[in-house]
């Protein structure tokens, strides 16, 4: 049987709704294809949106980097609203231009200013915080050694206590007696005798903030950048007070005064009269102490050793007998030994530092290590020392204990 085929003899019934079908299925597919392709041009016009967002960012952070940098410096003096007079890093004095965005009351003798590197003028003013360098001391809010981590020193520390801790801690018995507690004190002894440990130790037991500073960073290329550390060390030192300021190696710029100087010992020089205008400059009872340290106190100036400014200089010298027995204990019971004769290892290490001390420990804890054992005995100590004192010897350091200043 075939098809049936109308009167006019046209196509079957049947293949048109085939067609229809056909051409529906089609439409939809042409449907979702354009919806596709929408959801795609949406997608990318959101990515080509944050292309040009980044090239953007990009482009300004190149022309950034392309930007001069800015000279910082000091302003001296505002002629008027559109004039100023402004010292740069390297010392040399100009009159500028003032960025007319700036708050006029900003702008006060002494601010730190940031200036064009081509036309020096006042771009912004500077945040009056201290210098990045003085930050970048060494700062602890406590440190975590108290003195029995400190051995040997039991007179050095008491006199410590008594110039640092106690006016922190009681500053109204200084007041009943009417007297003013030290401003500072000076410790002198030969490297490696627990200077900075003594300084660390009283820190901790007064909560007080430890900055420590040493002497050759205050030695600056331009003149004036000593002199405006050791104002902003000051003044770091009051705003983190109750404080300790530690001045290390302070021989660096506290040396003696010579007529014959260079230009950059004549720098030397201001930066050591700008610390001693600071030392005279705060009342002994604010919560600020100075403590600082040398090897070589027969080359310190006179004005820095007179009283009220370091009122007291303590000696830390190279420790006995049973200094070297304290220092060896506080080590030794650290570590996980068998049975160490420290009578013996203290009659070997006359004419040690603290310093040597503790480096006889780590050797002979390495000594061990390297035989794969977990405890260290007494030829591991013995060992130590014998190798400590050969390379004092190389050095050419005298065992004697009366070299103490190296």
């Known amino acids: 049987m075939?098809?049936?085929?109308?009167?006019?003899?046209?196509?079957?019934?049947?293949?048109?709704?085939?067609?229809?079908?056909?051409?529906?299925?089609?439409?939809?597919?042409?449907?979702?294809?354009?919806?596709?392709?929408?959801?795609?041009?949406?997608?990318l016009e959101n990515d080509l949106a944050n292309v040009k967002k980044r090239a953007s960012r990009l482009d300004e952070e190149v022309r950034i980097l392309k930007s001069p940098p800015l000279i910082v410096g000091h302003l001296?003096?505002?002629?008027?609203?559109?004039?100023?007079?402004?010292?740069?890093?390297?010392?040399?004095?100009?009159?500028?231009?003032?960025?007319?965005?700036?708050?006029?009351?900003?702008?006060?003798?002494?601010?730190?200013?940031?200036?064009?590197?081509?036309?020096?003028?006042?771009?912004?003013?500077?945040?009056?915080?201290?210098?990045?360098?003085?930050?970048?001391?060494e700062m602890i809010e406590r440190p975590n050694i108290d003195y029995t981590?400190?051995?040997?020193?039991?007179?050095?520390?008491?006199?410590?206590?008594?110039?640092?801790?106690?006016?922190?801690?009681?500053?109204?018995?200084?007041?009943?007696?009417?007297?003013?507690?030290?401003?500072?004190?000076?410790?002198?002894?030969?490297?490696g005798c627990g200077k900075t440990m003594l300084a660390k130790a009283v820190a901790s037991q007064t909560n007080a903030s430890f900055i420590r500073m040493v002497g050759s960073e205050l030695a600056q290329k331009y003149i004036g950048e000593g002199g405006r550390m050791v104002r902003e060390l000051f003044s770091l030192a009051k705003d983190r007070s109750p404080a300790i300021i530690f001045l290390d190696e302070i021989d660096a710029i506290g040396a003696k005064r010579l007529d014959s100087a260079t230009s950059g010992d004549r720098e030397v020089q201001r930066t050591l009269m700008q610390l001693l205008a600071e030392l005279d400059g705060f009342d002994a009872l604010e919560d600020v102490k100075i403590i600082a340290a040398?090897?070589?106190?027969?080359?310190?100036?006179?004005?820095?050793?007179?009283?009220?400014?370091?009122?007291?200089?303590?000696e830390i010298p190279l420790p006995d007998d049973d200094g070297r027995k304290t220092i060896l204990t506080?080590?030794?019971?650290?570590?996980?030994?068998?049975?160490?004769?420290?009578?013996?290892?203290?009659?070997?290490?006359?004419?040690?530092?603290?310093?040597?001390?503790?480096?006889?420990?780590?050797?002979?804890?390495?000594?061990?290590?390297?035989?794969?054992?977990?405890?260290?005995?007494?030829?591991?100590a013995v060992s130590a020392v014998l190798r400590i004192k050969k390379k004092r010897e190389s050095n050419g350091i005298s065992s004697s204990p009366d070299a103490l200043y190296g």
Not at 86 to 105: C, E, H, K, W
Not at 116 to 134: G, K, R, Y
Not at 166 to 174: C, H, Q, T
Not at 350 to 377: C, D, H, P, Q, Y
Request: hydrophobic residues 35%; negative net charge; aromatic residues 4%.
């Open 149 to 191: 981590s400190v051995g040997g020193l039991d007179e050095q520390i008491l006199q410590v206590r008594e110039a640092i801790e106690l006016p922190l801690d009681k500053p109204e018995l200084f007041q009943k007696v009417g007297i003013q507690p030290p401003k500072g004190i000076l410790l002198v002894g030969p490297p």
């Open 330 to 380: 506080i080590h030794f019971e650290k570590m996980s030994t068998t049975r160490v004769n420290i009578k013996k290892i203290v009659e070997m290490t006359e004419g040690f530092s603290g310093a040597e001390l503790k480096a006889t420990t780590v050797e002979a804890g390495m000594i061990a290590i390297r035989e794969g054992r977990s405890k260290v005995k007494q030829d591991d």
């Open 2 to 43: 075939g098809s049936e085929v109308d009167a006019g003899g046209n196509e079957p019934i049947g293949s048109e709704d085939s067609d229809l079908k056909s051409l529906s299925q089609d439409f939809k597919k042409l449907q979702d294809e354009a919806q596709r392709l929408l959801s795609e041009r949406v997608h």
């Open 294 to 314: 040398t090897n070589r106190p027969d080359i310190l100036d006179d004005a820095l050793l007179r009283p009220g400014r370091f009122d007291r200089v303590i």
């Open 76 to 137: 001296q003096d505002v002629l008027d609203e559109e004039r100023a007079i402004v010292r740069s890093s390297n010392g040399t004095v100009f009159q500028v231009s003032i960025n007319q965005r700036i708050d006029p009351d900003r702008l006060k003798p002494g601010t730190r200013i940031a200036l064009n590197q081509d036309t020096l003028s006042i771009i912004e003013v500077l945040h009056e915080a201290w210098d990045p360098m003085v930050s970048g001391a």
